[in-house]
């Protein structure tokens, strides 16, 4: 088969290859119709560097590196990210541990967020301005998946209007495409004020309300996933799907800086978790690998 060549490649790691190769029969025996895809958005769909090394905007970055934010923004914001990313990414703390955490780590940000008074357009502006840049191929790969009528729902610990504009920016929110992610709440006078719902962090991407909501009941017949994701708390993401039949768990192993650990230290467990585990890949290719052996 030809997606077990692109297998082989030094960059990739398959844990369990006899496994992978049945998941993967089964997504081609089951066709398009069904298939969904559930993926994290901020450095899974999107670069974390470009070619020559330069890191990329998340949707957090787009904010922090705007000259349209305020002043205080920025350094405010970098306080928060040094204080508790440790804590998201920590081998030796548990789950539980850093959920408190990862709750007032969201619920400062939104105060941060709602002391800035950036409005609607603004936010809209600062997306067209920023240096954010989708992983190569995600253009062929969502417009494939659009024509093949694939439902793609995009969960996201981020913010929820930029990776709309985002996707907007690029031609890409097309009506397949779902966006769960935090959203932001206005004022009367059009800024932001904090979030709309109940917040999304990593942690709880398998308790939040689309696992409640009619969204998998209505993917009626589409129990065969393709998960992608860059963190160990995405590998939740599929919970809900009702008789789940074949889900394949595409892991980035992404560099992310000097806040991660080394991408060694972090390999073994993206083996436990993930299927298929790509290292510092900036490509769509294994997944538009995959879409192609069902065409």
């Not at 990739?12 to 998941?23: F, H, I, N, Q």
């Not at 793609?152 to 990776?163: K, N, R």
């Not at 398998?206 to 993917?219: A, D, G, W």
């Not at 790509?278 to 052996?293: F, G, N």
Request: charged share 25%; hydrophobic share 40%; with cysteine.
């Amino acid at each position: 088969m030809l997606f077990l060549g692109y297998l082989e490649k030094n960059h990739v790691r398959v844990k369990d290859p006899v496994k992978t190769e049945e998941l993967l029969q089964r997504l081609i025996s089951g066709g398009f119709p069904k298939l969904q895809i559930v993926a994290d958005f901020d450095y899974t769909l999107t670069r974390v560097h470009d070619e020559t090394g330069k890191r990329l905007h998340c949707s957090w970055g787009v904010l922090d590196n705007s000259p349209l934010m305020p002043e205080f923004y920025r350094p405010e914001s970098k306080v928060l990210l040094d204080k508790y990313y440790p804590v998201e990414i920590s081998p030796h703390l548990t789950e539980q541990e850093k959920i408190p955490q990862m709750v007032d780590w969201y619920k400062q940000v939104q105060e941060l967020l709602a002391r800035s008074r950036i409005t609607s357009i603004s936010v809209r502006q600062m997306v067209e301005e920023s240096n954010t840049q989708l992983r190569i191929g995600t253009e062929s790969l969502l417009a494939s998946l659009e024509a093949s009528e694939v439902p793609v729902l995009v969960f996201s610990a981020g913010m929820g209007d930029i990776l709309m504009h985002i996707l907007r920016k690029f031609q890409l929110y097309s009506p397949n495409v779902k966006i769960v992610s935090n959203f932001f709440k206005y004022d009367y006078e059009d800024c932001v004020v904090g979030f709309e719902n109940e917040t999304i962090h990593m942690f709880n991407k398998n308790e939040n309300v689309i696992h409640s909501s009619p969204y998998f009941k209505n993917m009626s017949g589409r129990n065969n996933v393709i998960l992608l994701g860059d963190s160990l708390g995405d590998i939740k993401m599929a919970h809900g799907v009702p008789d789940p039949g074949a889900i394949l768990k595409i892991g980035f192993l992404n560099d992310k800086g000097s806040l991660l650990p080394q991408v060694e230290e972090r390999l073994s467990s993206y083996e436990e978790a993930f299927d298929v585990v790509l290292i510092d890949d900036q490509t769509m290719d294994a997944p538009m690998a995959i879409v192609k052996l069902m065409l």
